[in-house]
């Protein structure tokens, strides 16, 4: 069974730093997708940070502020939140989407989401 299981969220004042942190039960590699999202009460989920091979993406919103980064031989990637603003409350998702092969199966795999709240 693939899970994915996300930690470090919680409450901080505007301008402080959160680290997220997504544990895989599967093997990563360096090619792997993987990447946070987050949702905000009452929109759609957005894509933060993605980090595939020795490329990362970044939404606008975040550039500067956030990095992604992972551990292939923890099976685990980051999410360090730097100057947080209140718009940047929201649940966090850890996804990691398979492409091709036949374990994982080809799909989207997401994490039960970790809550971060900004305050201002």
């Known amino acids: 069974q693939v899970q994915l299981v996300e930690s470090g969220g919680g409450l901080v004042q505007a301008g402080g730093s959160l680290r997220l942190s997504c544990a895989a039960s599967v093997r990563l590699f360096s090619i792997t997708y993987m990447g946070w999202h987050r949702q905000a009460p009452g929109k759609q989920r957005e894509l933060v940070a993605l980090i595939t091979g020795g490329s990362t993406l970044y939404a606008d919103s975040v550039k500067g502020r956030f990095t992604i980064s992972r551990d292939n031989a923890k099976n685990t990637i980051d999410l360090q939140m730097n100057s947080l603003k209140p718009e940047d409350t929201a649940v966090y998702y850890c996804?990691?989407?398979?492409?091709?092969?036949?374990?994982?199966?080809?799909?989207?795999?997401w994490g039960q989401g970790t809550q971060v709240t900004v305050s201002s």
């Open positions: 996804n990691m989407r398979i492409f091709t092969g036949s374990w994982p199966p080809p799909g989207d795999y």
